[in-house]
């Protein structure tokens, strides 16, 4: 403050909260973490990566408010494995997220259409994974990093196939990443 050499301000500060705040589920009972990520609303559920106690691992859960229940979804990796669901997100009326089913395919785009799930394409040919990730909708089209065993690349899919765009600046590999709609483009890192 010009012209004074100290000046007392006061401030207050007050926290309002909605309510309390508190464990909605116990998936993995007891000691053991669950560990849950990713979440993403869809079909008025909650759903994310969990790791359950009932050793089918990391696999894709949901969380009712109505009922107050948390339950699996499916078991993408049949078994102990994992199939690690990332990266959710809802697009055409189905949930999609990258995960690896143990099928053959690698991690790749799966898609839960709200009673099954199933891998949709094999990005990255053969056991190799693409990793899809940082999902965005734009233009009715779903967008996506991807490797499609020639480097991370920007991806579309647009309800039936899914289809590299061209390299940017050239650039063979360009890593996109936090992938947003805003106002009339696509917005991101690479």
């Known amino acids: 403050i010009v012209g004074s050499a100290s000046k007392t301000f006061q401030?207050?500060?007050?926290?309002?909260?909605?309510?309390?705040?508190?464990?909605?589920?116990?998936?993995?009972?007891?000691?053991?973490?669950?560990?849950?990520?990713?979440?993403?609303?869809?079909?008025?559920?909650?759903?994310?990566?969990?790791?359950?106690?009932?050793?089918?691992?990391?696999?894709?859960?949901?969380?009712?408010?109505?009922?107050?229940?948390?339950?699996?979804?499916?078991?993408?990796?049949?078994?102990t494995?994992?199939?690690?669901?990332?990266?959710?997100?809802?697009?055409?009326?189905?949930?999609?997220?990258?995960?690896n089913g143990n099928d053959g395919g690698g991690t790749e785009l799966w898609r839960f259409n709200g009673s099954a799930t199933g891998r949709l394409t094999d990005i990255?040919?053969?056991?190799g994974d693409s990793?899809?990730?940082?999902?965005?909708?734009?233009?009715n089209n779903l967008y996506f990093s991807a490797n499609g065993n020639d480097g991370v690349k920007l991806w579309k899919y647009d309800g039936t196939s899914a289809t590299r765009l061209p390299a940017i600046n050239g650039i063979s590999v360009s890593n996109p990443a936090f992938l947003t709609e805003y106002k009339t483009a696509i917005y991101f890192q690479a």
Request: glycine share 8%; charged share 20%; net charge negative.
């Open 131 to 139: 990793n899809p990730a940082h999902m965005a909708v734009f233009n």
């Open 11 to 79: 401030m207050e500060v007050s926290l309002t909260t909605a309510g309390p705040v508190e464990r909605v589920a116990d998936i993995n009972a007891g000691v053991g973490d669950s560990s849950p990520s990713y979440l993403w609303v869809f079909n008025n559920a909650l759903y994310f990566r969990a790791d359950g106690n009932d050793t089918t691992g990391a696999e894709l859960w949901k969380y009712d408010l109505a009922s107050n229940k948390a339950s699996r979804v499916s078991d993408v990796n049949l078994g």
């Open 81 to 99: 494995g994992s199939s690690e669901p990332a990266f959710l997100k809802d697009y055409n009326g189905a949930l999609y997220f990258r995960a």
């Open 124 to 127: 990255n040919p053969g056991t």
